[in-house]
Every structure is written in structure tokens, then in C-alpha cells.
């Protein structure tokens, strides 16, 4: 670079060879020296595409983490966001934060994770005993790696670190001896016992429960869709669903976004991390007679199905920790404390899969997912008297 003054003004100039592969000669102009080359690398990081702000070997981890989040930021929901700045905080950067990349290696980072994978916590036992348990699980350390992965390929794509380290990394496993639970959904007894208790308990019963409960069970539903749903969003009247032998009308709703509570803003609505979340489902009678009764003729479109009132006294969202907190305020009393919202969408899927008319693509669709996960979401483990039935049939 040059840099000259010419007719009381300060000219830089060089020569560069672009994309295309021509050279050229680029030169920007200022009033001080100091503004001139400024301008012209400036011009210069346009034309070839470069990052304002150049990591480099001895950059910070916690700088790269800076650039990451910038990413995540623009290309993600503000519910996965938040997810990764949490875990980011809380446990990446008060260990690796102050690390230059160029010392981020495969031994570095595996020291990481097995730091994580020997920290335990103390868990008391209802009666009175207390047992050590793994304080990451292995689900937890997964998103983790995830995010370090992330911020490192900042760096290799900087320049600032040949490749990453996180890629060499042994798989991430439970600790031996240690068995996930199971998915579990409420059985046909538990659900009888559950819908008796909400629709005669007044905490329940002001808490939306007895409807909020059987729509979960009835459509699968998350709990942050079941929250952000709108009036417009359901078709009581139904959809007409043409068969080789009739026409009938099906009650539908359409889940088109999720609310999500996010740190320093509140809640959050979006519409889905995915396009699969995105869907139509049929609504059994049972919860169409509940919805329907809901009903009083003052109901705006926007309104949700389960308001919550705003400060402006305005009906809004009702938060997903308010549906949370009046489940465990129920559930010791009916026996099932080990339930959460998400119990009634595992029992959703757990009758979809006794259901064999139904292919796994239909279950998936119905559910908002890529591939039906029975493995996630099917109960097991019941008792099926059926099957002796069956057998004593074939081998009678």
C-alpha cells in the first residue's frame, strides 16, 4: 500500500487481485493519512468478503463464542438461542472462556468434557437417603459439546485453528450402570383418574386443567403450542373429508406457532423450529364437546384458547411454567407425580401406536416431527391380556 498527498487530500492506493482472478488497482482517498488507508481497507475487506472482526490464534475462546452467537442470532429461533447463551455462561466460557484458540486441542477439550462427565451432585431420596448422581447428563453434555463445536469452527473457518478439535472427540455415553428412564404415558386407568380429580379440584379447575389436560391428550400437543393457540387456529365446525362411501366433516385445529419464555425479553412466540411443526390434527369429539362449551360468543380470533390477562389487563399467552406449576400442585393428590405436561403427549403417541391402520409417517405428521420416535415417546412395559388370548387361540 501507498499512501500519497495530492491536492490537499490524502490518496492510498495498491493492487489487489479480486475474485475473478484480474488484478486490479483500487485506491480510496481521505482527508489524513490515517483516513485514506482506512477507507481502502475497508474497501478492501468488502471486495474479498472478509469478517470485520478477524479471529486469530491467540484470540480469546470467548471471543469466538462472540462471533458464534452473532450466527445463531440471525439464523435461529430466540428459543434455541437463549438455550445455547445459557449453557454457553453457565458452563463453556467459565472454563474455556479465557483459553486461546490456538491452545484449544484435542487433549484440551477432552480434558473439558471429562471434567463434566466426573462432576457429581447430591440428591436427597424422598425418605430421608441421599445418593450421588452424574451432575451433566449425558443429553446435557451432548448439547454442550455441541455449542463448543460450534465456536470452534468459528475459529477454523478464521483461519485462526487448522481443523476441530471437537470432532475427535469418543462419543458421549451414560455413565456405566446408569439406565435412561423410560418413556412413560398415562395408562386408560390413570387417565380416568386424572380427568375425575381436575374436573372436581378448584385449583385445577381455575387453571383451564380438565379442558387443557384432555385437548393435550387428544392432539398431542407440546405444551408451548398448546399455550400459543388461537381461536382462529381451531375449526369446530370441521373439515370435509371425502371416502369412497361417505362425506363427513372433522373438527380440526392448526398449529402454526409455540410460545417460549426467553431471558430479558419474556415470552416469546415463533412459528416452530421446524417445518414439521407445522401441521393440521384431527380432533376427537370428546375434546371438540370441551371446546365447544368454551365457547361464549365474545371470542376474538387472536385470542388464545387458554388466555392469560396482561398487565394492560389485554388477554395474552399463558406462560408454559404457570400450565407446570398447577400440574405439580395436583398431581401428588391423584397419585402421579412423576407426570409433566409432556406425559400427555407421550400418551398421545402411545395411542397412535396401538393404532395399526395408521402408518409411522401419519403418526409422525400428527405429532409435528421428522420420524414417528417411539423409542422417545411410546409408553411401554403395560400389561396386554390379549395376547394370551391370542395364543391360547392358535395353539388350542
Not at 481521505?30 to 472482526?53: C, I
Not at 450421588?132 to 477454523?156: C, D, F, M, N, W
Not at 471437537?166 to 380427568?195: F, V
Not at 368454551?294 to 388477554?315: K, Y
Request: include cysteine.
Amino acid at each position: 500500500m501507498k499512501c500519497t498527498r495530492e491536492d490537499d487530500r490524502w490518496v492510498a492506493r495498491c493492487r489487489v487481485r479480486d475474485l475473478d482472478g484480474r488484478t486490479r488497482r483500487v485506491e480510496r482517498w481521505g482527508s489524513t493519512r490515517a483516513a485514506a488507508q482506512k477507507a481502502l481497507q475497508d474497501e478492501l475487506r468488502n471486495r474479498r468478503g472478509e469478517r470485520v472482526e478477524l479471529l486469530r490464534a491467540d484470540s480469546r475462546v470467548r471471543d469466538a463464542a462472540d462471533v458464534w452467537l452473532g450466527k445463531i442470532h440471525e439464523r435461529r429461533e430466540d428459543s434455541t438461542l437463549d438455550i445455547y447463551r445459557h449453557w454457553l455462561n453457565k458452563v463453556v466460557l467459565p472454563q474455556l472462556g479465557e483459553l486461546r484458540l490456538g491452545e484449544c486441542d484435542v487433549a484440551q477439550v477432552d480434558a473439558f468434557f471429562s471434567r463434566l462427565e466426573r462432576m457429581r451432585r447430591t440428591v436427597e431420596h424422598p425418605d430421608g437417603t441421599t445418593s450421588e448422581k452424574p451432575h451433566y447428563a449425558a443429553s446435557s453434555r451432548r448439547t454442550v459439546r455441541a455449542i463448543v463445536s460450534g465456536v470452534l469452527q468459528q475459529a477454523v473457518l478464521h483461519q485462526a485453528i487448522p481443523s476441530n478439535p471437537t470432532r475427535e472427540l469418543e462419543r458421549i455415553e451414560s455413565p456405566k450402570g446408569h439406565r435412561a428412564a423410560p418413556p412413560r404415558g398415562l395408562t386408560a386407568e390413570e387417565r380416568r383418574r386424572l380427568l375425575d380429580h381436575v374436573d372436581t379440584h378448584p385449583v385445577a379447575i381455575k387453571a383451564d386443567l380438565p379442558d387443557l389436560i384432555r385437548l393435550a391428550i387428544g392432539s398431542g400437543l407440546r405444551i408451548g403450542e398448546l399455550c400459543a393457540l388461537r381461536w382462529m387456529d381451531v375449526n369446530l365446525s370441521g373439515i370435509p373429508v371425502v371416502t369412497p362411501d361417505d362425506m363427513r366433516l372433522v373438527p380440526v385445529l392448526a398449529v402454526r406457532q409455540n410460545v417460549y419464555p426467553v431471558k430479558g425479553k419474556g415470552l416469546s412466540v415463533h412459528d416452530g423450529k421446524t417445518s414439521t411443526a407445522l401441521r393440521i390434527v384431527p380432533l376427537p369429539q370428546f375434546v371438540t364437546l370441551r371446546l365447544r362449551a368454551r365457547l361464549t360468543g365474545d371470542e376474538e380470533p387472536e385470542h388464545p384458547v387458554f388466555p392469560s390477562a396482561g398487565r394492560n389487563g389485554e388477554l395474552t399467552y399463558r406462560w408454559p411454567s404457570t400450565v407446570r406449576r398447577s400440574v405439580r400442585t395436583i398431581r401428588t393428590e391423584v397419585g402421579l407425580d412423576w407426570m409433566t405436561p409432556h406425559t400427555w403427549r407421550r400418551t398421545y403417541a402411545t395411542i397412535l401406536d396401538d393404532e395399526m391402520t395408521l402408518t409411522d409417517r401419519a403418526k409422525a405428521d400428527l405429532m409435528g416431527q421428522a420420524k414417528f420416535l417411539k423409542d422417545a415417546y411410546v409408553s411401554r412395559g403395560e400389561l396386554h391380556p390379549d395376547a394370551a388370548v391370542f395364543l391360547d387361540a392358535a395353539l388350542r
